[in-house]
């Protein structure tokens, strides 16, 4: 499997890529030792010689499931990508988010989807899904100009788990947000890739 910084390196120029919040963590006290990165990893680099932004979730922490930290990060990313005209790629391959970090008592963490919709359509976006894709990376396709779906990799607003503990009905990840769902029904994506 490749992890978060293999994509961001297979798309980018070699020693172009500028990481902004390596050495970002959790927020909750009890995950810092375990969230280098806090899920995301997002900066700047080059492709063909040419300035790009580019994030990626990284599944090797809490399973990329975002937080309020990655959250202001990716917004803080956009936000220079939108102020330098970068184009903005993302790699999505993240469980959703982490309740206890998104949630408290000043107010509910809107997402990066929320942001990314914002944008006025002033820079272009593209989201690759390379793996299992709930909540903000399912959002931020949805803001893209162009979406590349990997075969095998599922994509959807919240998991077949999730799912079947509101509704009772058991469904696959396949079924839920398969590149077959996605290219034959609801248009989400613009390319099926095998690899």
């Known amino acids: 499997d490749r992890t978060a910084r293999d994509w961001i390196d297979g798309l980018l120029d070699p020693g172009s890529f500028n990481e902004m919040g390596t050495f970002v963590r959790a927020a909750r006290l009890e995950d810092r030792a375990t969230t280098p990165g806090d899920s995301m990893i997002g900066g700047h680099g080059r492709i063909a010689g040419r300035p790009v932004t580019v994030t990626a979730n990284d599944v090797t922490v809490k399973g990329g499931a975002g937080s309020r930290r990655s959250e202001k990060r990716e917004r803080r990313l956009f936000e220079q990508a939108v102020k330098f005209g970068n184009p903005y790629v993302t790699f999505g391959q993240a469980g959703g988010a982490r309740i206890q970090e998104i949630i408290g008592s000043e107010l509910i963490s809107g997402g990066a989807g929320i942001f990314m919709a914002q944008r006025g359509r002033s820079i272009p976006m593209a989201t690759a899904i390379v793996g299992r894709s709930y909540g903000d990376s399912s959002f931020a396709a949805a803001c893209s100009d162009f979406v590349v779906q990997l075969r095998g990799?599922?994509?959807?607003?919240?998991?077949?788990?999730?799912?079947e503990i509101a509704t009772g009905e058991a469904i696959s990840e396949e079924e839920l947000g398969?590149?077959?769902?996605?290219?034959?029904?609801?248009?989400?994506i613009d390319l099926a890739v095998d690899s």
């Open 153 to 163: 990799a599922a994509m959807a607003v919240t998991s077949p788990r999730v799912i």
């Open 178 to 188: 398969g590149v077959d769902v996605h290219s034959e029904k609801t248009g989400q």
